[in-house]
């Protein structure tokens, strides 16, 4: 049973920062490839940052050279690192296994975190 903890967010002020971090357990973390999803209300989870199994990335174009996304794999942590956040950013933020089909990135489990809250506001 994968256990995914989700952690790290809260207000802040635009062009301010912060770091997600998502602790997983019951996998075996270095195998897999790992995204950051986020959503707002009304809108569909949108894969905004991957990481594979051999440290390549991958970020949507609304936060790239903004967000860094990297792992831990002797913490079977995956981290965020959001710089120069604007309104829009505000979202809940999830992770989850990623999985590589017809040349895009889909999360594996049905079952998600609680995610974590992060506003940017001033």
């Known amino acids: 049973q994968v256990h995914i903890v989700e952690s790290g967010g809260g207000l802040v002020q635009p062009g301010g920062s912060l770091r997600l971090s998502c602790a997983a357990s019951?996998?075996?973390?270095?195998?897999?490839?790992w995204g950051w999803f986020r959503q707002t209300p009304g809108k569909q989870r949108e894969l905004v940052a991957t990481i594979t199994s051999g440290w390549s990335t991958i970020y949507a174009d609304s936060v790239k050279d903004r967000f860094t996304i990297s792992r831990d794999d002797a913490r079977d942590t995956v981290y965020l690192q959001m710089n120069s956040l604007k309104p829009e950013d505000t979202a809940v933020y999830y992770c989850?296994?990623?999985?590589?089909?017809?040349?895009?990135?889909?999360?594996?489990?049905?079952?998600w975190g609680q995610g974590t809250q992060v506003t940017v506001s001033s």
């Open positions: 989850n296994v990623v999985r590589l089909t017809s040349g895009s990135y889909y999360p594996v489990y049905d079952s």
């Open positions: 019951g996998i075996t973390f270095n195998l897999f490839h």
